[in-house]
């Protein structure tokens, strides 16, 4: 089976918690912003990424408690091609959606300020 094909059944198969995510992440109704859900991101297939902000959230069930270094290696490759990676547990998206929006909120604010060309060298360092 394809990454592709893979993540498809991933998108018809969410978890109640990304189902709630995605409510407020979806048709830019989040800061405007495009996300797209269950996408390959290299060899992964990522929760929730934005490309135009280089931002990835996944979200963890419990049995992601079991795979912490498979996620470790994930996360750093992710990074490693210029990407911010949130993680947040279901139970904190069922019970703290507040918080998690905020903080996808700061990633957000955070990644377009150190996008911004710097007056000095106008490549995007050091704001």
């Keep these: 089976m394809s ?37 390959p991101a290299g060899r992964f297939i990522v929760d929730f990424i934005c490309s135009e902000e280089k931002l990835i959230i996944e979200l963890d069930g419990g049995q992601h408690a079991e795979s912490v270094d498979y996620d470790q290696q994930r996360d750093s490759w992710l990074r490693g091609e210029g990407y911010t990676v949130l993680r947040f547990w279901d139970n904190e998206v069922l019970g703290e959606m507040e918080r998690v929006l905020e903080q996808i909120r700061l990633a957000l604010i955070q990644n377009t300020l150190s996008l911004v060309p710097s007056p000095v060298n106008g490549r995007g360092e050091g704001v």
Excluded: P, S, V
């Design 3 to 39: 990454l592709l094909d893979n993540a498809k059944i991933l998108r018809r198969n969410q978890t109640d918690a990304e189902r709630r995510l995605w409510y407020h992440l979806r048709a830019h109704r989040f800061m405007g912003i495009k996300f797209k859900r269950q996408k």
